[in-house]
């Protein structure tokens, strides 16, 4: 099994900060968010249909592990290597952890290598997409 990539798999976590009254709160003074529950988005739950209970099990703990180790408030968005796999997940305030995505690590990097030094990455309907950066007008 190699080793993450971590010119490729840095991880794209942006912490959200909570807006009140038009003032825009420390996230240093929010509480870190700990996952509570992990959700399978349907792309990624159609492919755990198809995993073994181990296999689920450490990707479910190779996430808890990453986004609590993060310690911010939310993680909008994040990707973790387990397994041969980038799993794309994020977090919410509430301490729901989403998996969005299953892909597999030597696509993942072409993907990423594909779409260059400042790729987009996200998740749409479809799933998981990475693109390069385009200015919009």
């Known amino acids: 099994m190699r080793g993450p990539n971590s010119s490729v798999l840095e991880s794209q976590a942006v912490a959200l900060t909570d807006q009140t009254d038009g003032a825009t709160a420390s996230a240093d003074a929010q509480p870190a968010a700990r996952v509570a529950r992990i959700l399978w988005a ?13 296999a689920i099990h450490d990707i479910e703990n190779a996430v808890t592990c990453d986004l609590d180790s993060l310690e911010l408030p939310e993680v909008y968005f994040t990707s973790v290597e387990v397994g041969g796999r980038v799993v794309t997940c994020d977090l919410d ?3 729901t952890a989403s998996i969005f995505g299953l892909i597999d690590a030597s696509e993942y990097d072409e993907l990423v290598e594909a779409a260059g030094d400042e790729a987009l990455l996200g998740v749409d309907w479809d799933g998981v997409y990475v693109t390069p950066a385009r200015t919009r007008h």
């Open 42 to 54: 349907s792309q990624a739950a159609a492919l755990r249909a198809s995993l073994s209970s181990r």
């Open 93 to 95: 305030a509430s301490g």
